[in-house]
Nanobody, 114 residues
Framework: VQLQASGGGLVQAGESLRLSCTAS????????MGWYRQAPGKQRELVAT???????NYADSVKGRSTISRDNAKNTVYLQMYSLKPEDTAVYYC?????????WGQGTQVTVSS
């Protein structure tokens, strides 16, 4: 299983960014997918999840500012983030819990300057 995340970068506060994560080695259409993040000195935390049935869940900190979506034809999950804040600065990780195992991507850095 491989999860390849991309789309991170340096943006200014208030701007938007879209992260992508392409999966291989799984039957993507039945996989629940998620985005997590880890800021320096902090624990990894949930950002958003999307089930195989397109049910979504968001952390309170990003609710209303983020949209998670998936394209099963492309084996890709997206995280569109709006109105970014400096506190959104973190390494963002793609995740799937697939057939009773947890898999993580390599992470993509998002830095939001004030």
């Amino acid at each position: 299983v491989q999860l390849q995340a991309s789309g991170g970068g340096l943006v200014q506060a208030g701007e938007s960014l879209r992260l992508s994560c392409t999966a291989s080695g799984i039957i993507f259409s039945i996989a629940n997918m998620g985005w997590y993040r880890q800021a320096p000195g902090k624990q990894r935390e949930l950002v958003a999840t999307i089930t195989s049935g397109d049910r979504t869940n968001y952390a309170d900190s990003v609710k209303g500012r983020s949209t998670i979506s998936r394209d099963n034809a492309k084996n890709t999950v997206y995280l569109q983030m709006y109105s970014l804040k400096p506190e959104d600065t973190a390494v963002y990780y793609c995740n799937t819990y697939y057939r009773v195992r947890n898999f993580w991507g390599q992470g993509t850095q998002v830095t939001v300057s004030s």
